[in-house]
């Protein structure tokens, strides 16, 4: 009975005019609206939920268009009524009103908070009910209309339960098809980026980033997105609008996660990423991938992009090293040292100059003084051993001059002796036995 008097309340349309926010806009009896009104306040205020009830319904029945703060407070109240209830059957009941609070506050005084007040409902919806099936399709029916009015500005504690409320209807209730769960997941998916991109808060950040890796496992546990899946479903919309930057990402991303990277519009969706957004970690997974098809020219490219984009000097160094191993010769010695520059910890630089001399022996010996010419290889002894490279360290020795190449060439062993050829380094003479 009581849930049918409240219910009734709603259907009260046209009867009071709407108030102005902020004012107050009372009835003919203000006396005993004044004592309804204190009685519930009074109540609120100890957390006496069952004794706020009858006088604030009072007030709305009397009184629905009297102030906000009635349906702001009746909020307050059925939540706390809902919290300390037991019985399921009541609990319902609770539910079902607060719901009406919305729904009548929607009606009576919005005051231009529609899209917050759509919001709340949504949310509060999934926290009381997403546990009742029969209730899965009314709540994604709440959430999407609360996307509606709030776009990406839907509050961010909403966008992980707007996936789960996806998720349910097409696992119990089966009421979605494989391209209705792929449009709620995109419009999800762009809020997160978009509050991501716009978030101040490291902590939201974090969290924003937490809820999109939970959102991805949602999706590939609802639609088996393989590689085939990607190249038979996407690939042909791609084709027909390559420029289609939301189309590229979702193929990226879908295709890194499938493990289908050599695929050719892995590397198609990259470039039209970054043609459009600087992001390192794309322009260094591209730059790999041309490297190792053997194609330097655009493997160079992205590397320099990456390079370009990121202020990390340990990124820095780690792009200046790829480009390295592109060139050859001074040219190649210039970037590792760059890198070393960068972030002297990266001794694998130290290590690659130390190939590059090893290897340079035969372009540069003059074979005439082999003590001089084998002086290549202590140089790469002294990189290798700055790198850490133990086995090459070896392996360079093995190629030092012989004590009878120092004596037959009149030289010192200890005294310096500097590299010719490109390599120009300056080394103290050592012999391999």
């Not at 109240?77 to 719901?99: F, N, T, W």
């Not at 729904?103 to 509060?124: S, V």
């Not at 591209?286 to 990124?315: H, R």
């Amino acid at each position: 009975m009581k849930r049918i008097l409240l219910l009734a309340v709603v259907a009260l349309q046209g009867y009071y005019a709407q108030a102005q926010c902020g004012d107050w806009k009372f009835p003919e009896d203000k006396s005993t609206f004044d004592e309804k009104n204190v009685l519930y306040n009074d109540a609120l205020r100890n957390n006496d939920f069952k004794g706020a009830k009858a006088p604030h319904k009072w007030i709305l029945i009397n009184a629905p268009d009297v102030n906000q703060a009635i349906y702001i407070n009746g909020e307050k109240l059925y939540k706390g009524l809902i919290d300390q209830e037991k019985d399921d059957a009541q609990k319902k009941v609770y539910i079902d009103s607060l719901m009406i609070m919305y729904d009548m506050r929607l009606q009576y005084t919005p005051c231009g908070k529609e899209a917050d007040i759509a919001a709340r409902k949504a949310y509060n919806s999934y926290r009381y009910n997403v546990k009742n099936r029969s209730e899965l399709p009314n709540i994604l029916k709440l959430y999407d209309e609360a996307y509606k009015l709030n776009g990406k500005d839907l509050p961010y504690y909403m966008l992980l339960p707007y996936m789960s409320v996806v998720q349910y209807n097409a696992k119990y209730v089966k009421n979605l098809s494989e391209d209705e769960i792929l449009g709620h997941y995109d419009k999800i998916m762009e809020t997160v980026d978009y509050q991501i991109a716009n978030e101040k808060s490291s902590d939201r950040v974090e969290k924003l980033k937490g809820y999109k890796s939970s959102i991805d496992g949602i999706l590939v546990g609802l639609v088996n997105i393989d590689c085939d899946f990607v190249k038979t479903k996407m690939a042909p919309k791609f084709r027909e609008n390559p420029s289609d930057l939301k189309l590229a990402k979702k193929i990226f991303g879908f295709m890194l996660n499938g493990k289908c990277t050599d695929d050719p519009l892995w590397l198609e969706t990259g470039e039209v990423i970054l043609a459009n957004e600087p992001d390192f970690g794309i322009a260094k997974a591209l730059g790999v991938k041309f490297k190792a098809a053997d194609d330097n020219v655009k493997a160079e490219k992205y590397f320099n992009q990456a390079l370009e984009i990121t202020d990390d000097l340990s990124a820095k160094a780690e792009m200046y090293i790829q480009l390295g191993n592109l060139r050859s010769g001074s040219s190649a010695r210039d970037l590792y040292r760059k890198a070393l520059g960068a972030d002297p910890s990266k001794k694998e630089a130290y290590s690659a100059i130390g190939y590059l001399y090893y290897g340079s022996f035969e372009k540069c010996a003059g074979k005439e003084d082999w003590v001089k010419d084998r002086a290549v290889f202590i140089a790469a002894y002294e990189m290798f051993k700055r790198g850490g490279n133990t086995s090459m360290m070896s392996k360079a020795k093995d190629q030092f001059p012989s004590k009878e190449e120092v004596f037959t060439y009149n030289y010192e062993v200890g005294s310096t002796i500097t590299v010719g050829c490109w390599v120009g380094e300056t080394v103290t003479i050592q012999t391999r036995d």
